[in-house]
């Protein structure tokens, strides 16, 4: 960009139209919405604190100081600047498995009760709203399941300690997750909600309006996303008892991070705390109860640096794997004695 363009005011021309372009339509509506729900939840936790009503106190509760100080939130920061190297390499594992998933499910069910003659027609809004619950539904149990699975493999559990090695909750933590495990999350985050597509494409609609009406739910998804920010916070918010009920507050997946022992593999859900209701993996916390979050026995000490997030996992599963092939090897070596 030449200066003469710059001081003919074309950069600003520029500058003044890429910024209308992102806060306008959809994207103004995201940026308005992240900002809202963080709005919320700071105004709330903070009416329910005892935190002095000043603006000192205001600051104070938003950014601990003792929180902002912390390695742990040094080492979030890092590796969320990192990960947007690898942004690009999520999106095909997501579109491929549900593609595939799609495929498989809409094939299956024309060999079982034949596939469909008539012409796919458009949704009508009671469908419309219909497929935008059913594929919220999808998503927010295929979240659950990888979760729990994450906690159950033990090779998924050492990619998965990267997230729970976080001492400290500042928003981006969400994002502290191992390149290898955001990508088989991605992968698996495509089979359900791609089988409840396929069964969709086969019964109900033109895949044209799927894609129009695909455009709000990803909406939803990425405003489910964004109370995400707000769970990996210290801000401890219940939505009340019988919103609890159903959805899973803050307040409950800030307790899945506690070093409890009483509090381990608890509350996986994302959205909904239904899943965990239904499969007894719900733990209520006491109100405004805290938390100490990392790994337990002090292992989190050995994730906060950006290089040791990345390779320590890697470190840890090739060990786990030598030490699960070393029975076989023993037992082969005694089998060729005798």
Same mark, same amino acid.
């Given at each position: 960009?030449?200066?003469?363009?710059?001081?003919?005011?074309?950069?600003?021309?520029?500058?003044?139209?890429?910024?209308?372009?992102?806060?306008?339509?959809?994207?103004?509506?995201?940026?308005?919405?992240f900002w809202g729900?963080?709005?919320?939840?700071?105004?709330?936790?903070?009416?329910?604190?005892?935190?002095?009503?000043?603006?000192?106190?205001?600051?104070?509760?938003?950014?601990?100081?003792?929180?902002?100080?912390?390695?742990?939130?040094?080492?979030?920061?890092?590796?969320?600047?990192?990960?947007?190297?690898?942004?690009?390499?999520?999106?095909?594992?997501?579109?491929?498995?549900?593609?595939?998933?799609?495929?498989?499910?809409?094939?299956?069910?024309?060999?079982?009760?034949?596939?469909?003659?008539?012409?796919?027609?458009?949704?009508?809004?009671? !469908?419309?709203?219909?497929?935008?619950?059913?594929?919220?539904?999808?998503?927010?149990?295929?979240?659950?399941?990888?979760?729990?699975?994450?906690?159950?493999?033990?090779?998924?559990?050492?990619?998965?300690?990267?997230?729970?090695?976080?001492?400290?909750?500042?928003?981006?933590?969400?994002?502290?997750?191992?390149?290898?495990?955001?990508?088989?999350?991605?992968?698996?985050?495509?089979?359900?909600?791609?089988?409840?597509?396929?069964?969709?494409?086969?019964?109900?609609?033109?895949?044209?309006?799927?894609?129009?009406?695909?455009?709000?739910?990803?909406?939803?998804?990425?405003?489910?996303?964004?109370?995400?920010?707000?769970?990996?916070?210290?801000?401890?918010?219940?939505?009340?008892?019988?919103?609890?009920?159903?959805?899973?507050?803050?307040?409950?997946?800030?307790?899945?991070?506690?070093?409890?022992?009483?509090?381990?593999?608890?509350?996986?859900?994302?959205?909904?705390?239904?899943?965990?209701?239904?499969?007894?993996?719900?733990?209520?916390?006491?109100?405004? !109860?805290?938390?100490?979050?990392?790994?337990?026995?002090?292992?989190?000490? !050995?994730?906060?640096?950006?290089v040791r997030l990345?390779?320590?996992?890697?470190?840890?599963?090739?060990?786990?794997?030598?030490?699960?092939?070393?029975?076989?090897?023993?037992?082969?070596?005694?089998?060729?004695?005798?």
């Open positions: 960009m030449s200066i003469h363009y710059a001081l003919s005011g074309g950069f600003w021309a520029w500058l003044l139209n890429e910024a209308r372009f992102h806060v306008s339509g959809t994207n103004g509506l995201m940026i308005l919405t729900v963080i709005a919320f939840a700071v105004v709330l936790t903070y009416l329910r604190s005892p935190a002095p009503r000043s603006f000192h106190g205001l600051l104070a509760h938003i950014l601990p100081p003792q929180t902002l100080r912390h390695p742990s939130a040094r080492a979030d920061l890092l590796f969320w600047l990192s990960r947007r190297i690898f942004m690009p390499l999520l999106v095909l594992p997501t579109a491929l498995s549900t593609v595939t998933a799609g495929h498989c499910a809409y094939t299956l069910l024309g060999y079982l009760v034949g596939f469909p003659q008539h012409a796919p027609s458009p949704l009508t809004p009671w !469908e419309l709203i219909a497929f935008t619950v059913t594929m919220f539904l999808a998503y927010d149990l295929s979240y659950y399941t990888y979760h729990l699975l994450q906690h159950r493999v033990p090779v998924l559990w050492e990619l998965h300690k990267v997230h729970h090695s976080a001492e400290v909750m500042v928003g981006v933590t969400k994002d502290r997750v191992h390149p290898l495990d955001e990508i088989m999350n991605r992968w698996w985050d495509g089979i359900i909600p791609g089988v409840t597509y396929g069964i969709w494409l086969f019964f109900a609609f033109d895949p044209v309006e799927l894609t129009i009406f695909g455009l709000n739910v990803y909406f939803l998804r990425n405003t489910i996303l964004m109370m995400d920010f707000v769970r990996h916070t210290h801000l401890k918010l219940s939505y009340g008892r019988w919103l609890n009920y159903v959805l899973l507050c803050p307040h409950y997946h800030q307790l899945h991070h506690s070093i409890a022992k009483h509090h381990w593999d608890k509350n996986f859900g994302l959205t909904l705390s239904i899943w965990d209701r239904m499969f007894g993996t719900l733990h209520v916390p006491v109100p405004d !109860e805290d938390f100490t979050f990392g790994l337990p026995e002090g292992e989190a000490e !050995e994730y906060q640096s950006l990345h390779i320590l996992p890697l470190k840890k599963i090739a060990r786990l794997m030598r030490r699960r092939s070393q029975p076989r090897a023993e037992g082969l070596l005694v089998s060729t004695t005798d």
